[in-house]
């Protein structure tokens, strides 16, 4: 199957400190990575769309500045929350698309990584 | 306007009740395809079942089945037996011909299937 993981599963910072969140295809390449964030109890909101060595597209609303995303390998894409507050504590959640497939692949999704902001 | 509408919050049934769970969707392109996913409380999203629009037969996979009404925009989820382990939030989710990479998903159904 299809296996996406994501790293850390949980992390507690302090307010004004940065995040970094990595996301792994495991078993497959991903020319495409995708990270959604979810409130308690609602549900997932598309922050951004990753391409491998490109810049990402960010949904509006979504502040580029503060959440960096770098798809720096075919396995690997990483969310980087900077200068985090409390309003950034969330659940953030990646998901991945084979490279060499077409646009309608399924998306894997990753188990997900609790941030909570002190 | 929202794209994925689920209606039901929340919903408890006891062990092997039989459940549906709906979705009601939007939108104005004639090309698009809707999923199903479920998502336990350990948080990662399980990959249940994608339909393109092309496709409107019902589809069954144990005791999982899918009713696809293009007539009123809905995709419902339907498990037979419940059992305690299918307790979860199940998400329905569209993507669309513009962009098949953006999902638009559902706020969530939270099923809790009692013994």
């Known amino acids: 199957g299809a296996v996406v993981s994501q790293h850390p599963s949980w992390v507690i910072c302090k307010s004004g400190t940065s995040v970094k969140i990595e996301c792994r295809s495991l078993?497959?390449?991903?020319?495409?990575m995708f990270w959604y964030r979810q409130f308690p109890k609602q549900s997932l909101m598309l922050m951004a769309t990753?391409?491998?060595?490109?810049?990402?597209?960010?949904e509006q609303g979504v502040e580029k500045d503060k959440f960096l995303i770098n798809h720096a390998s075919l396995t690997l894409s990483t969310l980087t929350v900077t200068s985090a507050h409390p309003e950034d504590s969330s659940f953030y959640i990646c998901?991945?698309?084979?490279?060499?497939?077409?646009?309608?692949?399924?998306?894997?999704f990753g188990p997900g990584t609790r941030l909570t902001v002190l | 306007a929202q794209k994925v509408t689920q209606a039901q919050t929340e919903i408890s049934v006891v062990e092997k009740e039989d459940v549906t769970l709906d979705c009601v969707y939007e939108t104005r392109d004639t090309t698009y395809y809707l999923f199903w996913y479920k998502q336990p409380p350990s948080g990662e999203l399980v990959f249940l079942i994608r339909r393109n629009s092309f496709d409107e037969q019902n589809e069954i996979s144990g005791r999982y089945s899918w009713n696809f009404q293009k007539s009123t925009s809905s995709f419902n989820f339907t498990i037979t037996a419940s059992q305690v382990v299918d307790s979860a939030v199940y998400f329905c989710?569209?993507?669309?011909?513009?962009?098949?990479?953006?999902?638009?998903f559902g706020s969530g159904t939270k099923l809790n299937v009692k013994p």
């Open positions: 989710a569209l993507s669309e011909r513009n962009n098949f990479n953006k999902f638009y």
């Open positions: 078993d497959f390449q991903a020319t495409t």
């Open positions: 990753s391409n491998e060595g490109s810049k990402a597209t960010y």
């Open positions: 998901s991945a698309q084979r490279a060499g497939g077409i646009s309608t692949d399924t998306q894997y």
